[in-house]
C-alpha cells in the first residue's frame, strides 16, 4: 500500500508513447555540433564511394578553380565539396531515380523543352570526366590535373561555352556545356547546403553569404530594416557558426 | 489501435457504436438512456484507461500497473459472466466502487480510486451498472491475475488502509454552493478522482485530503515521480498556473489540452484524450467554477505557490530580439525554441504555449521540462481541437550541456523563477528514457538516399588523423 | 485479375485540398468515404522543426513532387514538333502525397474578380468586335463571383486568410485591394507585419498613384482556430515556404487545417500509395461505377463507388479522364470534343534589383507575404488600347530563402570563380525583386492529349503539353514591364536585370515558370465546350465529379488556389443539396 499504481500506470503509457527519443541519440550525450567538430575526417582520409581515383583527382581540382579559396574566404575543398558530390552520385540522385528516364531519347531536342540526355548524373560525371580529359590531352598534352591553374581555367571556360565537342573524343549525346552545367550546379550545391550531405563544412558557404542555415526563425526581425543580422548560421543537426 | 480508434472518434460517435453492438448481444435490456448516461460517467472516471490492455479490447482489462511489488494486473469489468463482472449484483458493483470489495468480499487494491468513488449518488452508480450490463460487450478475456509477494498479497490488510484512509461519504450537495459548483465538486471529487494526482500524499500514499472539507492540502499539487502535477485550486492572485486562469480557460484545457496560456504535457495527456474532452462543455464550466472556489494556501501549494507575476520581462524579449550578446542558452533558444514560442516567451495562444510562467519551466524539478526538450510533445486530437500538435524533441541535435543551459535560460527568461540546471541532470534523464523513436525532428537523409546516410556513418566512423585543410 | 473490393459512398481521387475538402463535406453529409492518394503519406511528423528546413532535399530535389519516374507530362510548342517529357522538374513542380500541393505551396490566397469568371461575356461588353484574335477560345466559368463569394469566405476562414480587405459589401477600404470583389466579411486576420522590400514597393508604388495592397496570405498573420477545431500558429517567417512543407504550422494546407478533423471521422479512410489507373464507366453509359487503382504492394484492385471525385492535380486530372475514355478527346483541327481543351499556364515576368544601401536580410522570408498591387488587371483599365486582353497583378516578396537558389549576383559576374565568389557574398542581402503574374488565355491549338509515345511503367501514355506563348499575352506581360520600370525609377537601385518575354519567344519549359496549370477540363455552360457543367459535374457521367484548376477556361491573374478551393465548396454544396437526394444531371445538356 506504499504506491499509487494508477499513477504508475499512467507514467509507464507516458512512457510509451511520448516521452521518449530516438534510439540514435540514447547512447550519446555528444550532440552533433561537436561531433561535427571533431568526427568529420580531413578531405584526404575521405574514401570516395562513387569516383575511382583519377575521377576524384579531377574533381578535387576543378571544383577548387570554380570555388577557390581567396581573400573572400574559403573554398569548395575547405568545405568539402568534392565529398558532397561524391554522396550524391553514389546515391539516388546520381542514379536518377526520381527521373523519367525512358526513350526514344530526343538528343537534339531544343533546349527550351528541358534535360533529354540518356545519361544519369553519374554517367554525365564518368563521361565527361573522361572526355574532358581527352580534351586536354589533345590540346595540351596531359590531363587536366596536370595542367597549370590558368589553363584548367582555361579548360573549365571552355565547357562553360561549350567548345569542346565530346562526341569527336567518341562520347556521345554529352555537350560538353551540359557537363559543366552540371559540376557548377553540383559544385554549388555542395558548397551551399547543409552539412548534413557532406558538403559545406562548418557551414563556410553560409557564412559567405551571411546566410542563417537552419534558424528558420526570424519573426521578430521582419521590421529590423536594413539592420545587419548578428548571428551565424545553426545547421540541420545543431552545429552553431 | 482500437484504442487510439476509439479516441479518434467524437463521443456520440463511440456511444453509437458501443450501444449498437451491445444491443446485438444484450437483446435490447436497458433502457438507452440511462445506457448512454452510464457510458458518459464511465468516460467521466476514465474506466476505460486502466481496464484496457494495450492492444486489447476495451475493457476487458490486463493492463500491467508496476509497482514496487509487482505489477497489479487490472481486471475484466465486460459483462462476461466468467471473466467479467456478470455476475455482480448492483449492490456489489456498488461495493467495488465505493468500498474497493470485490464481489467475493476481498479487497481491491487502491489502484482502483474507490476512496473518490465513495462520492458517486446511488443514481450515477445505477447508470454505471447498467451501461456496464448492458452497454459493454461481453468478452471474454481473461487478464492475467496479479500476483504479488507477500505480504503485498494479502488483501486483507488493505482493510485498515481503508479505515484510516477512505472514509468518504457519498456527495451531498451544499446548499450554500449553486447547482453548478456542486456539480463541479461532485465531478472533481468523484469520478474525476483528480485528487489522485494533484493532492499530495502522506506517509502510507494516502491522499492528505480527500475533499476541500478534509484541508487545504486537497489538490494543493502533488510531485509525481519527478513530474508536477500542479495544484488545481483556483483562487488566489498572482499565481501561475490554474489561479492565473479564467474559468473557461480551465474548461478549453480539458476539452481540448490547450489554452490561451499552456498546452498539456506529461501525465494529463492522456487524461484529456480519455475522458475530460469528452465531457460535456457545462460539466467541464461547473469543474472550472468549483476549482476556482478553492483558495490558493501558500503553505501547502505545489507548483502554483509562487508569486511570479506573469509580468512581460522585457529584458529577455529585448535581448532575443536584438539577438547580439546572447548566453549560450539564449542562442540555444533562437536556433530551438524561438520559432514557436517567440522572443517574448508567450508563444501563440491556444496553439504554442507561452514559457513566460510556465509551469513546467517554474517547477522545482526540472525533469518534466527536460523531458519535453529532449522528447518533445504532442496533444491530443480532441472532438473541439482535433489538431494533433506535436513539439519536436531535441535530444537527437543538443548535448547533454546544451539542454541544461536551454532549460536553465528558459526556467530565468521573462521573469521565471526557476533553478538553473545541469547537465547531469539532463543524463539523468535522457537515461531513464525509453529507447524508443519518439517526436523528433531529425532530418532522417536515409528516407531519401540511403547510401548518403551510409557514407554519414562510414565517415563518422574514421579516425580523424589529420586535417589538411584547416 | 483485380481485387475488388466492399463498395463505397464515395471515392476521392487524390488526397489534396480539395480532396480534403470533399472529404468534409461528404462525410458531413452522412457518406461512407474512402480517399486514394498516389504518394506516400505526410504528417505532421514529416514537416517537425527542423526537417523542413533543408533546402537541398526540398528546394533544390524536389522531393514533396511528384516523381516523373511515375508519372510526368511530354511537352511541345506546335504540332509540328515532337513532344518531349519533362525528364525532372523544371517548369512546374507538381505536388505528390498526402496533403498534395497544398503542402508545399506559397500560401498565397486570391479569389478571381468577378470579369475574370465571366471573362467572354466581360470581353464581348468591353471590345470592339473582331477584337480578339481569332484563334482565341476564352469563355466564362458559368458561375458567378456571387455564387462563389460564401465559399471563398469560410475557405479563407480555414485557411485562416491574413490581409486586408479592399472591398467589404462595396465599401472600399483604404489599404485593400480596391478592385477586388465584395467580400462580405473582413480578412479573419489582419496582414502580416511588413519587410523592408514590402515598405519601398509601396511608397513607390503611392507615389505613382497605384494601389499597394498587402498580399492575401495563408502563412497566417497570428494564432488562429478555423471552424473545424484546426489551429494554425503565427508565420515567422523562416524562409522555408514554397517547394516546402511548413515547419510552424503557419501556412494552411490539408495537414494544418483539414486532415486531423477528417482523420476522426467514422467514415473516412484513405489509402496511400494507392494510383488510380482508369475511373470505371458503367454499362448505363451515363455513370461510373468505381475505380482501378494499383496499391503499393502492385496489386490491382476495384474500387466500386456509388460517387467519384477526381481530385487530383489538374494534369493529372486531365490524363485520367483520357485514360478513362470518359468525355470526348478534344481535336484542334476538327475543332471538336473537349477533354484536354482551354489548357493554359501562367505568364509571369521579374526584375531583380541590387541596392548596396540596404540590407533585406532575405532569409527572412515568408511566400504569402509581400506588397501588390492590381491596378493593371483586365478589367481596371484601357487593354484595347495597349493591344490585348488580360492584365497582371505586380508584387514584391522578400527573399529568396535558402542559400543554393538565393546567390544573386549583378548583370555580367561569371557564373564561378573568385569574382563570383566575391559578387555573392556581396550582394547577398542586397536584392529586391518585382515580380509579375498574369493572365494567360486560352487559344485553339494549345491543348493536352496523350502522348503517341512515352508510357508510364503501367504501360498507359503520358499526357502531352502542346503550349506556346501567343502574342496577345505577350502584349500583356511586356506591358507590365514598362510599368515594373516605373517602380525601379522610383526606387532607384544600383542596377537591375529584367527577366520578360517578348512577342514572338517561344515557352521554354527549361526554366521555371509557375505551378499553376489549369484548363483541360473545363467547366461551362454547354456541353460542346465545357467537360464538367458548372456544378463541377461531368456532363457525361452524373456521378463523376472533377475538382481542381482543370476547371478553368482560361487563366487567371490571381493565384488559383482560393478559386480551385470555392469551386469545391459550391460543388459539395449542390451534391449535398440537390444530388443526393435525386442523383441525375444537375444541369440539363441544353
Known amino acids: 500500500m506504499t504506491n499509487e499504481p494508477d499513477n504508475m500506470k499512467r507514467r509507464d503509457f507516458m512512457r510509451r508513447s511520448l516521452l521518449t527519443i530516438p534510439a540514435v541519440s540514447i547512447g550519446s550525450s555528444v550532440a552533433f555540433n561537436a561531433y561535427a567538430d571533431s568526427g568529420v575526417p580531413a578531405l584526404s582520409d575521405y574514401q570516395p564511394m562513387f569516383f575511382e581515383d583519377s575521377q576524384w583527382q579531377f574533381i578535387l581540382a576543378a571544383t577548387d578553380r570554380l570555388i577557390p579559396r581567396d581573400e573572400h574566404g574559403p573554398g569548395a575543398l575547405e568545405a568539402h565539396v568534392p565529398v558532397f558530390i561524391d554522396k550524391e552520385l553514389a546515391g539516388s540522385y546520381g542514379r536518377a531515380d526520381d527521373w523519367y528516364m525512358e526513350g526514344p531519347f530526343h538528343v537534339d531536342a531544343d533546349e527550351a523543352l528541358g534535360y533529354q540526355l540518356p545519361h544519369t548524373p553519374a554517367d554525365i560525371y564518368r563521361l565527361g570526366i573522361r572526355a574532358t580529359n581527352d580534351y586536354c590531352r589533345q590540346r595540351f598534352d596531359r590531363d587536366f590535373t596536370a595542367l597549370s591553374r590558368d589553363d584548367q581555367e582555361t579548360v573549365l571556360r571552355a565547357l562553360e561555352k561549350g567548345t569542346p565537342d565530346f562526341a569527336r573524343l567518341g562520347v556521345q549525346d554529352l555537350p560538353s556545356k551540359t557537363f559543366f552545367s552540371f559540376l557548377l550546379q553540383n559544385t554549388k550545391e555542395g558548397f551551399l547546403a547543409d552539412p548534413i550531405y557532406g558538403g559545406n563544412r562548418h557551414m563556410v558557404g553560409w557564412k559567405l553569404l551571411g546566410f542563417t542555415g537552419a534558424r528558420a526563425s526570424f519573426r521578430e526581425w521582419v521590421d529590423q530594416y536594413d539592420r545587419d543580422y548578428p548571428l551565424g548560421p545553426v545547421s540541420l543537426s545543431g552545429e552553431r557558426g | ?470 | 485479375m483485380s481485387t475488388t473490393r466492399p463498395e463505397v459512398d464515395a471515392v476521392i481521387i487524390g488526397l489534396g485540398w480539395t480532396g480534403s475538402i470533399m472529404g468534409m463535406e461528404l462525410t458531413d453529409a452522412g457518406l461512407n468515404v474512402v480517399a486514394l492518394e498516389r504518394g506516400n503519406e505526410r504528417t505532421k511528423e514529416d514537416f517537425l522543426y527542423p526537417k523542413p528546413a533543408d533546402e537541398l532535399k526540398y528546394g533544390v530535389r524536389l522531393k514533396m513532387m511528384q516523381r516523373p519516374k511515375q508519372s510526368t507530362v511530354t511537352i511541345r510548342r506546335n504540332a509540328s514538333e515532337t513532344a518531349v517529357p519533362q525528364r525532372h522538374w523544371t517548369t512546374f513542380h507538381p505536388g505528390d502525397g498526402v496533403g498534395g500541393a497544398g503542402s508545399h505551396w506559397t500560401g498565397v490566397l486570391y479569389r478571381a474578380t468577378p470579369n475574370e469568371l465571366a471573362l467572354k461575356s466581360f470581353a464581348d461588353r468591353t471590345f470592339e468586335p473582331g477584337f480578339l484574335p481569332e484563334d482565341m477560345t476564352i469563355q466564362d466559368y458559368g458561375v458567378t463571383y456571387e455564387e462563389l463569394e460564401p465559399h471563398y469566405d469560410f475557405f479563407e476562414k480555414v485557411a485562416g486568410l491574413s490581409g486586408q480587405a479592399g472591398n467589404i459589401q462595396g465599401e472600399t477600404i483604404e489599404g485593400g485591394n480596391p478592385f477586388e470583389g465584395p467580400r462580405q466579411n473582413p480578412f479573419p486576420l489582419s496582414p502580416l507585419p511588413r519587410t523592408l522590400t514590402d515598405t519601398l514597393f509601396t511608397e513607390a508604388t503611392k507615389k505613382l498613384g497605384w494601389h499597394p495592397y498587402p498580399y492575401p496570405s495563408a502563412n497566417v498573420s497570428g494564432a488562429w482556430t478555423n471552424p473545424y477545431g484546426m489551429q494554425l500558429g503565427p508565420c515567422n517567417f523562416c524562409g522555408f515556404c514554397s517547394n516546402y512543407g511548413c515547419l510552424n504550422y503557419s501556412k494552411a494546407s490539408p495537414q494544418t487545417c483539414i486532415l486531423d478533423a477528417l482523420k476522426q471521422r467514422e467514415h473516412f479512410s484513405y489509402r496511400t500509395n494507392c494510383e488510380v489507373t482508369r475511373i470505371v464507366k458503367s454499362d448505363d453509359g451515363e455513370t461510373v461505377k468505381g475505380v482501378l487503382y494499383h496499391d503499393g504492394e502492385g496489386q490491382e484492385i476495384f474500387q466500386p463507388a456509388k460517387l467519384v471525385i477526381l481530385a487530383s492535380f489538374p494534369l493529372s486530372n486531365v490524363r485520367l479522364l483520357l485514360l478513362s475514355q470518359i468525355g470526348q478527346p478534344y481535336d484542334p483541327v476538327a475543332n471538336t470534343g473537349v477533354v484536354g481543351r482551354n489548357f493554359s499556364y501562367q505568364i509571369t515576368g521579374s526584375i531583380d534589383m541590387y541596392f548596396k544601401r540596404h540590407q533585406f536580410n532575405p532569409f527572412i522570408s515568408a511566400g504569402g507575404s509581400g506588397q501588390v498591387i492590381d491596378d493593371f488587371s483586365p478589367d481596371t483599365f484601357d487593354t484595347a488600347k495597349h493591344g490585348f486582353i488580360g492584365g497582371s497583378y505586380i508584387y514584391t516578396t522578400q527573399g529568396p530563402g535558402g542559400a543554393i537558389g538565393a546567390v544573386k549576383v549583378p548583370p555580367g559576374t561569371p557564373s564561378w570563380g573568385s569574382e563570383w565568389k566575391k559578387n555573392a557574398s556581396e550582394h547577398y542581402g542586397h536584392h529586391m525583386m518585382l515580380g509579375t503574374t498574369g493572365t494567360n488565355m486560352s487559344y485553339r491549338d494549345v491543348y493536352l492529349d496523350l502522348d503517341p509515345t512515352y508510357t508510364d511503367p503501367h504501360g498507359d501514355p503520358l499526357l502531352r503539353m502542346t503550349y506556346d506563348w501567343k502574342d496577345n499575352d505577350m502584349r500583356m506581360t511586356q506591358f507590365m514591364a514598362e510599368r515594373m520600370r516605373e517602380i525601379v525609377a522610383e526606387l532607384e537601385p544600383d542596377y537591375h536585370t529584367e527577366n520578360f518575354k517578348q512577342v514572338g519567344d517561344h515557352f521554354d519549359a527549361a526554366k521555371y515558370q509557375s505551378t499553376h496549370l489549369t484548363g483541360g477540363a473545363i467547366m461551362g455552360t454547354d456541353p460542346s465546350t465545357s467537360v464538367l457543367n458548372r456544378y463541377l459535374q461531368h456532363w457525361d457521367a452524373h456521378n463523376l465529379f472533377v475538382m481542381g484548376a482543370s476547371a478553368f477556361p482560361q487563366n487567371m491573374q490571381h493565384n488559383p488556389t482560393g478559386t480551385v478551393a470555392a469551386l469545391t465548396y459550391w460543388s459539395a454544396k449542390h451534391i449535398r443539396e440537390r444530388y443526393l437526394g435525386n442523383p441525375g444531371p444537375l444541369m440539363s445538356q441544353g
Not at chain 2, 530580439?321 to 517567440?342: I, M, V, W
Not at chain 2, 527536460?370 to 518533445?376: P, R, S, W, Y
Not at chain 2, 531535441?394 to 521573462?414: C, I, K, M, P
Request: charge should be negative.
Open chain 2, 1 to 470: 489501435m482500437i484504442n487510439q480508434l476509439m479516441y479518434a472518434g467524437g463521443l456520440a460517435l463511440m456511444l453509437t457504436a458501443t450501444v449498437v453492438q451491445a444491443d446485438e448481444q444484450t437483446k435490447g435490456h436497458g433502457d438507452q438512456d440511462t445506457i448512454e448516461r452510464g457510458a458518459y460517467l464511465s468516460r467521466a472516471g476514465d474506466c476505460v484507461a486502466c481496464h484496457t490492455a494495450p492492444g486489447g479490447d476495451d475493457f476487458a482489462g490486463g493492463l500491467g500497473i508496476e509497482s514496487p511489488f509487482g505489477t497489479i494486473y487490472s481486471t475484466n469489468i465486460t459483462p462476461d459472466k466468467q471473466a467479467g463482472i456478470g455476475n455482480y449484483s448492483e449492490a456489489e458493483f456498488a461495493a467495488a466502487l465505493r468500498q474497493g470489495k470485490r464481489a467475493d468480499g476481498a479487497n481491491l487494491y487502491p489502484a482502483m480510486p474507490y476512496p473518490s468513488y465513495a462520492r458517486l449518488t446511488d443514481d450515477d452508480i445505477h447508470a454505471l451498472y447498467v451501461y456496464f450490463m448492458h452497454g459493454v460487450a461481453p468478452n471474454d478475456h481473461q487478464p492475467q491475475t496479479t500476483d504479488l509477494s507477500f505480504p503485498f498479497n494479502q488483501r486483507w490488510g488493505i482493510s485498515g488502509w481503508n479505515w484510516l484512509f477512505a472514509d468518504q461519504k457519498p456527495f451531498e450537495p451544499d446548499d450554500q454552493d449553486s447547482e453548478k459548483i456542486n456539480r463541479g465538486r461532485y465531478l472533481v471529487e468523484g469520478l474525476g478522482h483528480c485528487g489522485s494526482c494533484h493532492t499530495p500524499r502522506g506517509l502510507f500514499q494516502q491522499e492528505k485530503a480527500l475533499n476541500d472539507d478534509d484541508g487545504d492540502e486537497y489538490l494543493a499539487g502533488a510531485n509525481l515521480n519527478d513530474w508536477l502535477a500542479p495544484g488545481l485550486r483556483g483562487k488566489g492572485e498572482d499565481h501561475l498556473g490554474v489561479a492565473g486562469w479564467r474559468e473557461q480557460d480551465i474548461a478549453d484545457y480539458l476539452a481540448t489540452g490547450r489554452n490561451a496560456h499552456s498546452a498539456v504535457s506529461g501525465e494529463m495527456t492522456s487524461v484529456i484524450k480519455n475522458s475530460t474532452s469528452h465531457m460535456t462543455r457545462d460539466d467541464l464550466s461547473a469543474i472550472a467554477a468549483y476549482l476556482k472556489t478553492l483558495p490558493v494556501s501558500d503553505e501547502t501549494a505545489i507548483g502554483s505557490e509562487r508569486h511570479v507575476s506573469a509580468r512581460k520581462d522585457s529584458e529577455t524579449e529585448q535581448q532575443l530580439t536584438r539577438a547580439d550578446d546572447l548566453s549560450e542558452g539564449g542562442r540555444l533558444y533562437l536556433d530551438n525554441c524561438n520559432a514557436c514560442h517567440f522572443a517574448d516567451g508567450r508563444g501563440a495562444s491556444g496553439v504554442f504555449p507561452a514559457l513566460a510562467g510556465n509551469s513546467q519551466a517554474n517547477a522545482d524539478n526540472p525533469t518534466a521540462l527536460i523531458h519535453t526538450i529532449l522528447a518533445g510533445a504532442q496533444l491530443p486530437s480532441t472532438p473541439e481541437r482535433p489538431e494533433a500538435l506535436m513539439m519536436p524533441g531535441f535530444g537527437w541535435r543538443l548535448s547533454d550541456q546544451e539542454v541544461a543551459d536551454l532549460a536553465t535560460f528558459v526556467r530565468q527568461g521573462w521573469g521565471n523563477q526557476g533553478g538553473t540546471v545541469s547537465s547531469e541532470a539532463v543524463r539523468k534523464v535522457r537515461d531513464s528514457m525509453d529507447k524508443r523513436e519518439g517526436f523528433s525532428g531529425n532530418p532522417d537523409t536515409a528516407a531519401s538516399d540511403t547510401s548518403a546516410a551510409q557514407a554519414d556513418a562510414e565517415t563518422a566512423s574514421q579516425p580523424n588523423v589529420k586535417d589538411n585543410e584547416q
